[in-house]
């Protein structure tokens, strides 16, 4: 996949839409094959999952580029967490998958085979496009998946601690799908890190004074699900204490 390719972001990719792929009396493209394909997608990606067990998911804008600010602190956290054994999970994608994922094989370069000490993974959940997947190349494990939703779910629903850096509407949509799943307890409590204070500040006040106390639309305590930092370091200090009283 070329460059300029990977680096759109996930609006401008061209239509994925089965009907596109499969000729309309195609068996495959009927609402009953989907359902097998979909079945299959939800247990291929829970067994892709099930032999890493200590993972960390990032999220963020796949439109930073190499060298901008959150794309090199995405980086730096990543590989982080990855040198204290953390696999890291992303999209597969560009921007701040493509850094997170750089930081985590960074990590297993610097700690080598042969070393006491080996670095978590760097794990990429892929979306396929037409006779190609669109992953980055610092993907070290990766799987691809045809649904956007049943990659949403496998990001979603893993790791033991989930990392948001500034981004669009997809990175919104996965911040409140995780704080949704932590308040409604559909899964534990865990960290979830928003970094950037200049970017989450503004909606943590929007949902301060507008949801909480204006409309009583959540309670004060569902802001306490999340975190935000403006440092990897104390994106880091964040997980690592939780995962440190989780296990001891």
């Known amino acids: 996949m070329s460059e300029e390719r990977m680096n759109k972001p ?12 499969l000729a309309a009396n195609d068996f495959r493209s009927s609402s009953n094959w989907r359902i097998f394909r979909i079945m299959a997608e939800f247990v291929e990606g829970w067994h892709f999952l099930a032999d890493h067990k200590k993972t960390v ?13 959150w794309y090199v602190e995405a980086s730096k956290l990543a590989k982080k967490l990855a040198l204290d054994g953390f696999s890291i999970v992303t999209g597969g994608g560009p921007g701040i998958m493509e850094a997170a994922n750089r930081g985590a094989m960074e990590a297993r370069h610097e700690t080598g085979e042969n070393a006491k000490k080996t670095a978590g993974e760097s794990i990429g959940l892929n979306i396929e496009l037409p006779h190609e997947q669109r992953v980055n190349r610092y993907v070290m494990q990766s799987r691809g998946f045809h649904y956007f939703f049943v990659r949403k779910v496998m990001l979603s629903y893993h790791a033991q601690a989930y990392v948001f850096f500034p981004g669009g509407f997809g990175t919104l949509d996965e911040t409140f799908e995780l704080l949704t799943l932590i308040q409604t307890h559909k899964i534990d409590p865990l960290p979830v890190v928003l970094v950037g204070k200049e970017f989450w500040t503004p909606l943590d006040d929007w949902l301060n004074a507008v949801c909480y106390k204006k409309f009583n639309a959540i309670n004060k305590e569902d802001m306490d699900i999340y975190s935000i930092v403006d440092e990897v370091d104390d994106a880091y200090k964040i997980i690592s204490k939780w995962y440190a009283e989780k296990h001891k």
């Open 10 to 21: 996930a609006s401008e990719l061209p239509d994925t839409k089965e009907d596109s792929w």
């Open 57 to 69: 998911t990032f999220f963020g804008s796949a439109r930073f580029e190499p060298g901008t600010k």
